[in-house]
Nanobody, 122 residues
Framework: QLQASGGGLVQAGGSLRLSCAAS????????MGWFRQAPGKEREFVAA????????RYADSVKGRFAISRDSARNTVYLQINNLRPEDTADYSC?????????????????WGQGTQVTVSS
């Protein structure tokens, strides 16, 4: 089970930290990803992390502003979002992939949690 939280209404330039609590499976063997879906748009990849060694990958659009991390003791993956922009407004969800290979496509992830809404005002 994956449970995302931490979204909210933020002014442009602000920051948020999203959390994804994982339970029920051996997620330490998996890749964890964050995705977002804006109104009227397709879900898109944001960032991924390999749980075993914290190796990361980011979408070009968020490099330098977003940071994904994991806390093994808490079975939680985080997404730190800095310098928020109105175009970051979306529903953010976390997902798990039963593989050690980081991947971008939505279809390559096996488990999904409910999203958390991030709204950025200008």
């Amino acid at each position: 089970q994956l449970q995302a939280s931490g979204g909210g209404l933020v002014q442009a330039g602000g920051s948020l930290r999203l959390s994804c609590a994982a339970s029920g499976r051996a997620f330490s063997l998996y890749v964890m990803g964050w995705f977002r879906q804006a109104p009227g748009k397709e879900r898109e990849f944001v960032a991924a992390i390999r749980w075993s060694d914290a190796y990361t990958r980011y979408a070009d659009s968020v490099k330098g502003r977003f940071a994904i991390s994991r806390d093994s003791a808490r079975n939680t993956v985080y997404l730190q979002i800095n310098n928020l922009r109105p175009e970051d407004t979306a529903d953010y969800s976390c997902a798990a992939r039963r593989s050690a290979v980081l991947s971008v496509p939505v279809s390559s992830y096996d488990y999904w949690g409910q999203g958390t809404q991030v709204t950025v005002s200008s």
